[in-house]
């Protein structure tokens, strides 16, 4: 049965070894709430696909609890992201970039992966205890309302996920902006969110 849990530091381990029994958790984040897996199961992930009746050619993305993490999940990272990183993260920015061929091909069908440092001090202990990585995307049913509570994530998602980690309402309300860079390193704007094209390309120069 899924249980609703207050999301505070004695509640971390909780969430923590769920997840490494392969379970899906819901975790908040300052956009919306989001259902997360371990990056080191197939099967859980496969889970999180199932869960959210999500097509397997939709990429998952990955939640890091840091900005050194980066290098662990990513094949190339040219120095331009992590200037991003310094002005945008912790926050609403997911960038896409090559994937690291160490995770698993369920992930991404892309040769890419999103990646994200969440500004959320819980949910990245979370993520820290994990190995400093979760694959994570918004807690509802593929293409339903983005989740602002742990209730309406429950609402869609129900006993697929094991666990529900409550921190009241998302402050951020609205998914990240996602951004990747094309083969001449043109900023591309895959999903407008809350950092603008202007404020990316003031700080890109």
Not at 18 to 45: C, N, Q, W
Not at 118 to 141: C, E, F, K, Q, Y
Not at 161 to 182: H, K, N, Q, R
């Amino acid at each position: 049965m899924s249980r609703i849990f207050p999301l505070n530091p004695k509640t971390v381990p909780l969430a923590y070894q769920a997840l490494k029994r392969g379970e899906l958790v819901v975790l908040p984040t300052d956009t919306v709430y989001g259902v997360a897996a371990s990056v080191h199961s197939e099967e859980a992930i496969a889970r999180l696909f199932e869960a959210k009746g999500r097509p397997p050619d939709r990429p998952i993305p990955l939640l890091l609890s840091d900005t050194d993490r980066i290098t662990r999940v990513c094949a190339d990272v040219p120095e331009v992201i992590y200037r991003l990183a310094a002005a945008f993260w912790p926050g609403p920015l997911t960038i896409a970039l090559p994937k690291s061929p160490d995770l698993p091909e369920i992930l991404t069908p892309l040769p890419t992966v999103g990646v994200r440092v969440p500004d959320h001090d819980l949910t990245r202990a979370v993520i820290r205890a994990m190995g400093g990585a979760l694959a994570v995307t918004s807690a509802n049913r593929s293409d339903g309302p983005n989740p602002l509570t742990a209730q309406e994530a429950y609402a869609q998602l129900g006993a697929a996920v094991a666990l529900y980690m409550d921190d009241g309402p998302a402050p951020g309300g609205i998914p990240s902006t996602v951004i990747t860079f094309d083969e001449t390193g043109t900023l591309q704007i895959v999903r407008e969110g809350p950092i603008t094209e202007a404020e990316l390309k003031a700080v890109i120069g």
